[in-house]
């Protein structure tokens, strides 16, 4: 089969944004067109005001090979401008995002996912950086963020041998959060984007900005570095609705203003 399938899908579901991963002849390995429609999805989700969460998921049961090595031969570059490898490693959306993993998540696949702020896997799904036993460097931010998830000793395992991660120790590890049946990843982490989704979308943004930004903070300037962030969300009409509808005991209508 040729790449005249979109590379990616787009669809949007209660103020989620759910993109798929759509190579499944090359197993959603990442080309050229494959980051820059991902990257393109990252600058919708980040520009609409009415999505508050994305999911990044692959087709037919595998997530992501990685880079496609037969598009890298023909001079292609997976990668784009600021966003990096698959249009997100180095930057991904400023709004939550869940990855649904089925099947491998392999290389720039798994950065793809350590991107992300939450994972969901089903349970025959398998992780991996096997760069090294290709003689390369998983230089897609894999071996920055992987100590920031699970224990140093670990992370250090993980990428030196290059061995894959069940899914089952990916979840014992605590990088991945929720394990599901075979089939089921996307319909779980839907089920948490919507819990997020409900919730005040500045809030969810500036939490985000905070968890992500906070630890290269210095200690002395940290609660002064929050109240940037937090002071405009606590003055916003959206936090006064939050509280007229928790004393109405009713659900907010959000405007995210």
Not at 51 to 80: H, N, Y
Request: proline letters at 5%.
């Amino acid at each position: 089969m040729s790449d005249t399938l979109d590379p990616v899908i787009i669809e949007i579901v209660d103020g989620v944004q759910i993109v798929t991963i759509n190579r499944p002849h090359a197993k959603n390995s990442i080309n050229t067109k494959t980051a820059e429609a991902i990257g393109a999805a990252m600058d919708e989700l980040d520009r609409r005001a009415d999505l508050v969460a994305g999911i990044i998921t692959g087709a037919e049961g595998m997530f992501c090979a990685g880079m496609d090595l037969k598009a890298f031969l023909a001079g292609e570059k997976p990668s784009i401008p600021i966003r990096g490898f698959a249009g997100i490693v180095e930057s991904p959306s400023e709004k939550p995002l869940i990855a649904a993993v089925e099947g491998y998540a392999l290389a720039g696949g798994f950065e793809i996912a350590l991107a992300c702020d939450i994972i969901v896997a089903s349970r025959d799904s398998k992780f991996g950086l096997p760069e090294v036993k290709r003689g390369l460097v998983a230089a897609g931010g894999g071996l920055m963020r992987l100590p920031q998830r699970v224990p140093y000793h670990l992370a250090m395992e993980w990428a030196l041998t290059g061995d894959f991660i069940t899914a089952e120790d990916a979840y014992r590890a605590s990088l991945v959060t929720h394990l599901t049946e075979a089939g089921a990843a996307l319909d779980e982490a839907l089920k948490i984007a919507r819990r997020i989704a409900a919730n005040g979308p500045l809030a969810v943004r500036a939490t985000k900005q905070i968890i992500t930004q906070s630890s290269d903070w210095p200690i002395a300037q940290s609660f002064d570095r929050q109240r940037e962030i937090s002071e405009p969300v606590r003055s916003s009409e959206d936090a006064r609705e939050g509280a007229r509808a928790f004393t109405e005991k009713r659900l907010p209508l959000w405007q995210g203003k």
